[in-house]
T-cell receptor, first 111, second 118 residues
């Protein structure tokens, strides 16, 4: 079983619609969680950290469910520029702050 | 603006030669730097963790004699791909960590180096 699993997609989303997807992680000792966005042939860029109480940043909402070991990302009012691969990333501080990346979920927003 | 730089951004080399990639943190001292590799349509895979002044810790399956990492200062780490082969062609990305800069242990990624071995 992979340490961090994501639905690879692609999620084809009409412009203006809402899309949500999850990520599961296997190590219950994981301590920090992030969503990164990666555009084609570019480096990952931090979209948002994920906090236990859930957090929102504009049109993006992230949730963490420690009991079920998953995190989610919801994008409201999708823009064409939201088309990207979204990487679920988990930090295991006890392992020297190594980040473990999920395989990514590809989102395609279409007009 | 960018906080981590990588050089070169892309490189083409012949099989059997060595290539050095530099990773620099621009406005902070990085206690730890990480090196990742990403093949097409795959996610980032951690290759090694590098702490300034000490030997790098390599992930399982990564040959330390082939991928030489030097972390000479708190702002510079280098990755040298020795005796490169076509299967080493990949996107190499570094990241830098500074708990002082980011208490949430966010890693700052460089723009990546695209290596093509012919």
């Amino acid at each position: 079983r992979k340490e961090v699993e994501q639905d690879p997609g692609p999620f084809n989303v009409p412009e203006g619609a809402t899309v949500a997807f999850n990520c599961t992680y296997s190590n219950s000792a994981s301590q920090s969680f992030f969503w990164y966005r990666q555009d084609c042939r570019k480096e990952p860029k931090l979209l948002m950290s994920v906090y236990s109480s859930g957090n929102e940043d504009g049109r993006f909402t992230a949730q963490l469910n420690r009991a079920s070991q998953y995190i989610s990302l919801l994008i409201r009012d999708s823009k064409l520029s939201d088309s990207a691969t979204y990487l679920c990333v988990v930090n295991l501080k006890a392992a020297g702050n190594k980040l473990t990346f999920g395989g990514g979920t590809r989102v395609l927003v279409k007009p | 603006g960018a906080v981590v730089s990588q050089h070169p951004s892309w490189v083409i080399c012949k099989s059997g030669t060595s290539v050095k990639i530099e990773c620099r943190s621009l406005d902070f001292q990085a206690t730890t730097m990480f090196w990742y590799r990403q093949f097409p349509k795959q996610s980032l895979m951690l290759m090694a963790t590098s702490n300034e002044g000490s030997k790098a810790t390599y992930e399982q399956g990564v040959e330390k004699d082939k991928f030489l990492i030097n972390h000479a200062s708190l702002t510079l780490s280098t990755l040298t791909v020795t005796s490169a082969h076509p299967e080493d062609s990949s996107f190499y990305i570094c990241s830098a960590l500074s708990p002082l800069r980011s208490p949430s242990y966010e890693q700052y990624f460089g723009p990546g180096t695209r290596l093509t071995v012919t």
